[in-house]
């Protein structure tokens, strides 16, 4: 791997790792974080308001789209250690486009 690609790489981790804590940040704490850029994995634990446990989330064959000037966020697929969340990733996140605050374009145009 290059130093170009180690740079972005390390672009693409600051960026994804933000905007999955901000996201998130309502309902607790972003506690570990993983990306493989490459691969379009993802792995991060998060421990909600109010739990003594964290959650483990698995993400796939995600993607970052743009649209009339704006950019979307999609997972392909997800998965996680609790049943009832892997559901819920399913209904309301999987194949879905959740726009990118635009505080984040710096960084999402080096997905591109």
């Known amino acids: ?3 170009f690609s180690n740079i972005k790489n390390t672009a693409v981790s600051t960026f994804a790792k933000k ?3 901000d996201y998130l940040e309502r309902y607790g704490e ?3 974080f ?5 691969a379009k994995q993802v792995e991060f634990k998060f421990l909600p308001k109010g739990e003594n446990e ?3 989330v698995f993400i796939e064959d995600y993607a970052v789209m743009e649209s009339d000037s704006k950019y979307f966020f999609q997972i392909g697929k ?3 250690n609790k049943v009832w969340l ?4 399913e209904d309301f996140l999987v194949k879905k486009s959740i726009e990118v605050p635009n ?3 710096n960084y999402i145009k080096l997905l591109l």
């Open 30 to 32: 972003l506690q570990k």
């Open 1 to 3: 791997m290059g130093l």
């Open 103 to 105: 505080q984040y374009y």
């Open 34 to 38: 993983n990306i493989n850029p490459e």
């Open 78 to 80: 997800a998965a996680a």
């Open 19 to 21: 905007f999955i804590a």
């Open 54 to 56: 964290p959650l483990s």
């Open 86 to 89: 892997s559901n819920l990733l």
